[in-house]
């Protein structure tokens, strides 16, 4: 398991998981972690961390909470979604930014600015999550340079941490 480090962990209030999940909810399209789950947030380096029953499944950047891969992977998308043909599936995947050569598909109401998820075009499976440097109908034309910022990848840091630990208080020696 690769090192991540995780400070200032708490118990997320019911009103702060609704308000978390249903700007996810309003944005992936999909339905995601409820109050009945148990979610905890912590602050990694750059960004927020979502702990959902022991995963990282979200992310908050720049105050807006999006999906990790993983958490695509458990709970699904169906909106802002940009698709990469199957020769770009090993770079993106590697962390590198998408180019606009490389796009098949994408999702219409994404805009510039947007955190999108990539997809490759065979599987639909997702690769990444970035920012939207163009909006789709710029993407969709095939322009040359990158169209998407890469922000989380299959295989960087925070998609090894496979299970986030509760720490344990350490007992107070009552000699000192």
Known sequence: MTEIRLRKRHRMRQKEIAAIASSIEVV???KVFSASDTVDMAEAPGYDAIIVDGKVLAIVL???PVLTVRGLLRYGAARRHVTVDMGAVKFVANGADVMG???VDADPSIAEGDFVWIRDERNKR???IGRALVPAS???SKMKGKVVASIHFVG???WLVDEVEEE???PVDPDQ
């Open 168 to 170: 344990e208080e350490e």
């Open 28 to 30: 992936t399209g999909s």
């Open 126 to 128: 997702p690769l990444a």
């Open 101 to 103: 050569p490389g796009v």
């Open 138 to 140: 710029a993407m969709l």
């Open 156 to 158: 960087d840091k925070l």
């Open 62 to 64: 720049d105050g807006t």
